[in-house]
């Protein structure tokens, strides 16, 4: 765990690619995507991962944060062929017992699929949730409403070796106005980010963050 002060809040990322936000016993999470293995496997491709596995590495983090509220960045779903009644049960099975959590979630570009289950989200936003200082987004573009935490893109570093062998990780990438979250979901891919100098990335190894220099800050 790395502890961050943004906007004089402090702020806990952990390597489970969740963001923890002590004061208001918030965990945020994004890109869920929620039914993607089952829409692979219902295409006869064979993939691993899946909703029970997301559903697990969450009730850890819950568990490990003692959090009271869930915020999901966006991309609750993958896609409409993912929402098979063998998700919907454990994402019913999930919600029955967090009755007390409570769960707000933001729109994605994959939420086209629908609306979550019934009773899963005390709310399902269009936009943003707006919570001083912070702006909570799936899109990482800046915001006048505060700073804004997002999804979206599934960050991820490229380190290189001596030997010109290439390591691909995911990350926490936060610059000076948005701050961006790796994919929690348990089988998504990455994009290589291109942060600017000053810019603080988070690499995510073997459980554990690794801090990545990006170079002196512009003026």
């Not at 707000?104 to 899963?120: K, Y």
Request: net charge negative; aromatic share 10%.
């Amino acid at each position: 765990m790395q502890e961050l002060d943004l906007r004089g809040q402090k702020i806990q990322i952990r390597p489970d690619r969740s963001l923890y936000w002590p004061a208001e016993r918030t965990l945020v999470v994004a890109d869920l995507h929620f039914g993607k293995t089952e829409a692979f496997r219902a295409d006869f491709v064979p993939v691993p991962g899946g909703t029970e596995a997301t559903l697990a590495r969450l009730d850890t983090a819950l568990c490990e944060t003692d959090a009271e509220r869930l915020i999901v960045l966006g991309d609750f779903w993958h896609s409409k062929e993912g929402r098979s009644e063998r998700v919907l049960d454990e994402l019913a099975r999930w919600r029955a017992a967090h009755v007390g959590l409570e769960i707000d979630l933001v729109r994605g570009n994959h939420d086209r699929a629908g609306a979550p289950p019934e009773g899963w989200a005390d709310g399902w936003e269009n936009l943003a949730i707006l919570d001083p200082p912070f702006c909570f987004a799936h899109y990482p573009a800046p915001s006048t409403d505060g700073y804004v935490l997002a999804g979206h893109l599934h960050p991820g570093i490229i380190l290189k070796g001596a030997g010109r062998e290439k390591l691909r990780l995911p990350c926490f990438w936060f610059g000076p106005r948005v701050g961006v979250l790796p994919a929690f979901g348990s089988f998504t891919g990455m994009v290589a980010v291109d942060p600017a100098p000053g810019d603080r990335i988070y690499a995510i190894a073997e459980g554990e963050l690794f801090p990545i220099p990006t170079g002196v800050p512009s003026n």
